[in-house]
Antibody, heavy 118, light 107 residues
Framework: EVQLVESGGGLVQPGGSLRLSCAAS????????MNWVRQAPGKGLEWVAS????????YYADSVKGRFTISRDDARNSLFLQMNSLRAEDTAVYYC???????????WGQGTLVTVSA | DIQMTQSPSSLSASVGDRVTITCRAS??????LHWYQQKPGKAPKLLIY???SLQSGVPSRFSGSGSGTDFTLTISSLQPEDFATYYC?????????FGQGTKVEVK
């Protein structure tokens, strides 16, 4: 059974940092492209970042470029999102998701809530 | 970035109704278009990929069509468990984008 479990969310002050983790089981994360997608309270889905299967290609949404870093640890079979210089508008539930085939996301974690507030 | 525009933003329907949701891309995305269903407090669920392919385990009342810039998600006979929000997403560009969502509510 494939499982993606996010952790690391919480309350952080504006300008602060947080590191999210996504632990995978049932699939080797290094074989797939992986995404972070977020959803602000009451809002729609927003793609945040992607990392390719070999880690060669990394892409970010303009809204987070220069502040967020996506990475993976194949030995721990985990995906990470380092978030720096956090803003109120980064408040959201953050999901990790696997991409396959024509880059559709077929498996998603349950999400972890990040709240940026003073 | 490629902009994805869904319509309508919300709709009211009854069990048994045929429901159609449209998604328009700001430029051609070939068939790199996927549909997700999301219920409150839950992660999105993949329904349709590559515009018209049904994801394994998804009921056949869901179908998708289109290519280029215009796409459609159809639910042939709405069931109680289908009341949810639906999103389209393009993967043609390395910068993925979602539509704003369509909420299907009880009439």
């Amino acid at each position: 059974e494939v499982q993606l479990v996010e952790s690391g969310g919480g309350l952080v002050q504006p300008g602060g940092s947080l590191r999210l983790s996504c632990a995978a089981s049932g699939i080797p994360v290094n074989d797939y492209s992986m995404n972070w997608v977020r959803q602000a309270p009451g809002k729609g889905l927003e793609w945040v970042a992607s990392i390719s299967s070999g880690g060669t290609f990394i892409y970010y949404a303009d809204s987070v470029k220069g502040r967020f870093t996506i990475s993976r640890d194949d030995a721990r079979n985990s995906l990470f999102l380092q978030m720096n210089s956090l803003r109120a508008e980064d408040t959201a539930v953050y999901y990790c998701a696997r991409e396959i085939g024509v880059s559709r996301s077929d498996y998603w974690g349950q999400g972890t809530l990040v709240t940026v507030s003073a | 970035d490629i902009q994805m525009t869904q319509s309508p933003s919300s709709l009211s329907a009854s069990v048994g109704d045929r429901v159609t949701i449209t998604c328009r891309a700001s430029q051609s995305i070939s068939s790199y278009l996927h549909w997700y269903q999301q219920k409150p407090g839950k992660a999105p669920k993949l329904l349709i990929y590559a515009a018209s392919s049904l994801q394994s385990g998804v009921p056949s009342r869901f179908s998708g069509s289109g290519s280029g810039t215009d796409f459609t998600l159809t639910i042939s006979s709405l069931q109680p468990e289908d009341f949810a929000t639906y999103y389209c997403q393009q993967s043609y560009s390395t910068l993925r984008t979602f539509g704003q969502g369509t909420k299907v509510e009880v009439k």
